[in-house]
């Protein structure tokens, strides 16, 4: 049954870790009630993941049960999630500056490919395991069509100037096709090596490596998007969010800039 359910979600076009995250939760709950499946025994798992674990672990364990849920049409045991209050301010968001100083860096090094990898990170909003399926067919097109939960389809743009400056790059390489982004072994580049190279030019660099990770730049997409064009709810269409309220977040300052603006407003 387990297998069944993974491609079933296969098939829904959900993100790898997500399908590894939802069998590995429904594997767990067989493992502790032998397959057994009811509210109460539903309930007694979720105490247990309130008492071992963190709320928004929880809930995604809950996510994980509740789409088993809907594949064996038992939608009526559904659990609800954790309420999980939102902080007031955005934490770990690289600055513009710190993002424009470690672009230039990688150019000014001969580092073409990080320096695409970072600019495509900052002007599409595009996350990182959807950043690595990006291809040169779809930079001539100027666009990427994402297929998402629910067969949806999100428009990930690529700003003209990006465009013309990727054909530019990808010409000189004599590429004309396949994964835009390739390793030192000239395949597809994963997510973790994408990860991983940044926390070392942050350190060469001399960056603060808690603000240099893949998703600091697509926040920093939302926070700038917001603040030249105020349209929340385009810009949730964009990032690919289901609900507007996860991109009002944006709409907030970051914690720096809540200390600049205070030492610089109170002054009694």
Do not use: C
């Amino acid at each position: 049954m387990i297998e069944k359910y993974k491609q079933w979600l296969i098939r829904d076009n959900l993100a790898s870790k997500t399908v590894e995250s939802y069998t590995w939760t429904l594997s767990d709950f067989f493992k502790r009630y032998r397959g057994r499946i009811s509210k109460n025994i539903l309930l007694k798992y979720k105490v247990y993941l309130i008492e071992n674990f963190k709320p928004q672990t929880v809930n995604l364990r809950l996510q994980g049960l509740n789409r088993y849920l809907e594949f064996v049409k038992r939608e009526e045991l559904k659990l609800k999630f954790l309420k999980v209050p939102q902080k007031n301010f955005l934490e770990n968001v690289i600055s513009n500056s710190d993002y424009i100083f470690l672009k230039n860096s990688l150019k000014k090094d001969g580092l073409e490919n990080w320096f695409f990898v970072v600019w495509y990170l900052a002007a599409t909003g595009a996350r990182v395991s959807e950043l690595i399926q990006l291809k040169i067919e779809h930079v001539k097109d100027g666009h990427f069509d994402i297929y998402t939960k629910g067969g949806k389809i999100r428009r990930l743009y690529i700003p003209q100037k990006l465009q013309e400056a990727t054909l530019d790059w990808i010409y000189r390489k004599g590429r004309e096709s396949g994964y835009l982004f390739l390793n030192k072994y000239q395949e597809q580049i994963s997510p973790r090596g994408i990860s991983q190279q940044l926390k070392s030019f942050a350190k060469k660099y001399n960056l603060n490596p808690k603000v240099v990770y893949p998703h600091s730049f697509r926040h920093l997409y939302a926070k700038n998007f917001l603040g030249k064009f105020k349209d929340i709810a385009l810009l949730a269409d964009l990032m690919g969010h289901e609900s507007i309220e996860t991109t009002r977040i944006y709409l907030r300052r970051t914690a720096s800039e809540q200390r600049s603006i205070v030492d610089k407003v109170i002054t009694w």
